[in-house]
């Protein structure tokens, strides 16, 4: 009997209606632009969208191996839920066992998907519960899942702000050329030099750099407990443009609030722009909240002085760090 944990439930709130995220999950032209993994994609996605229906999907990493799964459709309320069913396949749609792909845990031949949507106006809460997960692959399924989230998330929201919101835009213009300043902001051995605020000290624990990737990273003053923050790369086009999600968190990489403020956003987009002119480049940094509250957009906004601040310190820390790169 397989050894099985307890449902795995994620929940995230998107900023896109309920239409448009339902219509993600059933229509396979849109299933095959953000399904899998970061990094995964979908070269087949078949779908018979009813009760009683099958599916077929195909993921394919990056080193080009391809897993299969199935399964029947065994509940549809449109806008409201979908329920089905979940099988490892072979190509052909047959069900093979979890072993196939060499995968480690007492899977079940069969298990569950349920996915809820609460219509929230211009936004939708969705929550997906896995049923029938062999415990020791809990967290690497809810990773896989939350990777397919975040790029579902991308193709549904956009990277442009609400009407609501109002945007915080940093301005620099570095001397160096615009392949040395992305360097200089991707890979950890030049990001230890400068990256973050004044008189902290920089600790990479992890960079990824791809679309769903994590640059996880501790802070430290001298004293003080870490600090620890993430970015979850949304698209990433070297050497001129990173979107990313920014939150705290701890040193798992779990999401927190702010140390200092319970009405800070758990998440922030940010959209780095770098334009090469003369041999100079030119950063355009706009970010604001993401998923916040009323309560949280207003916190965001009030700090944009502080921030202004915060950031010219980090990049005047950068211009220097530039400056001994290029003697």
């Not at 190509?91 to 349920?114: C, F, L, R």
């Not at 430290?220 to 070297?238: D, N, S, T």
Request: glycine share 8%; charged share 20%; hydrophobic share 40%.
């Amino acid at each position: 009997m397989a050894n099985e944990s307890k449902p795995l439930t994620i929940t995230r709130l998107i900023d896109a209606p309920v239409a448009l995220v339902f219509k993600a999950w059933s229509d396979p032209e849109l299933l095959a632009q953000w399904w899998g993994p970061g990094g995964f994609t979908a070269p087949t996605i078949k779908v018979d969208f009813r009760v009683g229906g099958k599916y077929l999907y195909c993921m394919q990493s990056p080193e080009g191996q391809q897993f299969w799964v199935t399964g029947i459709y065994k509940e549809i309320v449109p806008l409201k839920r979908i329920v089905w069913t979940d099988s490892f396949a072979d190509a052909h749609g047959n069900v093979v066992p979890a072993s196939h792909y060499g995968m480690p845990g007492d899977y079940p031949v069969e298990m569950q998907v349920i996915i809820e949507f609460e219509d929230l106006g211009n936004r939708t809460r969705l929550t997906l519960v896995h049923i029938g997960l062999p415990d020791a692959m809990d967290e690497m399924t809810g990773a896989g899942w939350t990777e397919s989230l975040v790029k579902l998330e991308s193709h549904v929201e956009g990277n442009v702000p609400g009407p609501h919101r109002k945007e915080l835009v940093i301005s620099r213009i570095f001397n160096a050329p615009r392949e040395l300043v992305f360097k200089t902001m991707t890979e950890p051995e030049h990001l230890a030099h400068w990256w973050g605020p004044v008189g902290m000290k920089l600790e990479v624990l992890k960079m990824d750099l791809r679309p769903c990737g994590i640059f996880h990273y501790a802070m430290v003053a001298l004293g003080k407990q870490p600090m620890y923050g993430k970015f979850v790369y949304r698209e990433i086009k070297a050497p001129e443009r990173m979107v990313f999600i920014v939150s705290f968190c701890d040193v798992k990489g779990r999401v927190l609030r702010h140390p200092a403020s319970n009405t800070w956003p758990l998440e922030m987009l940010n959209i780095m722009q770098l334009e090469e002119k003369n041999g100079k480049t030119i950063l355009t940094l706009r970010g604001w909240p993401i998923h916040e509250t009323d309560e949280e957009r207003a916190t965001y906004e009030a700090g944009f002085a502080s921030m202004n601040q915060g950031f010219h310190g980090t990049y005047d820390q950068l211009e220097k760090y530039l400056a001994t790169l290029l003697k």
